[in-house]
């Protein structure tokens, strides 16, 4: 079982070589983005960044090199940002690219101070690589799977993720 760091969501999104099909309907795509309410506690700030990454890896992946950075900044700071930059350069070097997003089943967030510490035990089965020429999903994730973010309030007030560990055990999903 082969992992391959490319970006936040390829951390969960290529653990098994099995193809999976393409979902039978596609969501309608709106002219206008819905508003994203801005967070009123700091709980709800890391809840947010820590879901970001989760979209903003796939934007970087597709966006030219030099774009990526800028990309991850406001959502990723140092070590993560350098991991997802090397991990999505070795992905598009390998023609693939990263589809669809884990389910979040956030059961911790001990904050202390500028920093915090969020567990996860995500379903990360409709998630995976493709091959970016084809878009045939090379991989997907597997469910019960255990994340561990660490996450930084920098100097802007910011909360940002700095750090994300898949632990090998599996957990349970809070109901």
Known sequence: M??????????????????????S?????????????????????ILAAYREVYRTGPL????????R?????????????????KGIAALRAQGRVTWGQPVFHIFEVDIRGDGALLRDCQDARKAGQA???????LTHGMPHTY???????????MWRVAKMTQLTEPCSPVS
Request: with cysteine; net charge negative.
């Open 2 to 23: 082969a992992v391959l760091v490319s970006a936040a969501i390829a951390v969960t999104a290529c653990q098994s070589g099995d193809s999976v099909p393409e979902p």
């Open 25 to 45: 309907s596609t969501a309608a795509l709106s002219a206008t983005p819905a508003p994203t309410p801005s967070p009123t506690s700091d709980k709800e700030a």
């Open 60 to 67: 970087a992946e597709r966006a030219q090199p030099q774009d």
């Open 69 to 85: 950075r800028a990309i991850l900044k406001p959502v990723a700071t140092q070590p993560l940002l350098g991991t997802m930059l």
């Open 131 to 137: 091959d970016d020429r084809t878009g045939k999903r």
């Open 147 to 157: 994340m561990v973010a660490a996450l930084a309030k920098e100097a802007d007030g």
